[in-house]
T-cell receptor
Framework: GAGVSQSPSNKVTEKGKDVELRCDPISGHTALYWYRQSLGQGLEFLIYFQGNSAPDKSGLPSDRFSAERTGGSVSTLTIQRTQQEDSAVYLC?????????????FGSGTRLTVV | AQSVTQLGSHVSVSEGALVLLRCNYSSSVPPYLFWYVQYPNQGLQLLLKYTTGATLVKGINGFEAEFKKSETSFHLTKPSAHMSDAAEYFCAVRDNTNAGKSTFGDGTTLTVKP
């Protein structure tokens, strides 16, 4: 696609429910990143996929968070048993160059609200 | 680990005035540095980047930034602010591991007064 597409754009869920956030990167971009942006704060790295390599999961805040990338393209971030502190904007980004040397292209994000 | 510090969470300038947004980084190896801009309800957009070579880099919308190794700084400037420049700006440094992930500052909100 022309840009990084994320869905849904907004998600309101009840505490304790599971949610899935989707990211469709730019075609041909081999690297895909998930970041979280909490209100008034910077971006917090969550997870990084590069080709067929094992993902870098070092930023996932707890075992309730998981992500997968199917066929080297679309990625899904899953949050189980959501908590209020999970409320944030979840941003996906992709890059054609695997080491992130030239920067990322970001999607518009998914705003998650846990009530 | 690398880190980024953006001095001033809020900066306010008058239309036509100089814009200066400050960014300092820490890195044990030559860094790759970036500025991103985020308009309301949108994702981040790459404004400019420093990889190697010329230390003064030009980006979109008239912005530029200068990499100063001795000061570990990468400040963003624009000679004359436009109302449309009002946004949040993030400085980032590429992690020096093989992962390719970047570390972002906390952001600076730029307000432009008429």
């Amino acid at each position: 696609g022309a840009g990084v597409s994320q869905s849904p754009s907004n998600k309101v869920t009840e505490k304790g429910k599971d949610v899935e956030l989707r990211c469709d990167p730019i075609s041909g971009h081999t690297a895909l990143y998930w970041y979280r942006q909490s209100l008034g704060q910077g971006l917090e790295f969550l997870i990084y996929f590069q080709g067929n390599s094992a993902p870098d999961k070092s930023g996932l805040p707890s075992d309730r968070f998981s992500a997968e990338r199917t066929g080297g393209s679309v990625s899904t971030l899953t949050i189980q048993r959501t908590q209020q502190e999970d409320s944030a904007v979840y941003l996906c980004a992709s890059s054609f160059e695997p080491k992130g040397v030239y920067g990322y292209t970001f999607g518009s994000g998914t705003r998650l609200t846990v009530v | 680990a690398q880190s980024v510090t953006q001095l001033g969470s809020h900066v306010s300038v008058s239309e036509g005035a100089l814009v200066l947004l400050r960014c300092n980084y820490s890195s044990s190896v030559p860094p790759y540095l970036f500025w991103y801009v985020q308009y309301p309800n949108q994702g981040l957009q790459l404004l400019l980047k420093y990889t190697t070579g010329a230390t003064l880099v030009k980006g979109i919308n008239g912005f530029e930034a200068e990499f100063k190794k001795s000061e570990t700084s990468f400040h963003l400037t624009k000679p004359s602010a436009h109302m449309s420049d009002a946004a949040e700006y993030f400085c980032a440094v590429r992690d020096n591991t093989n992962a390719g992930k970047s570390t972002f500052g906390d952001g600076t909100t730029l307000t432009v007064k008429p």
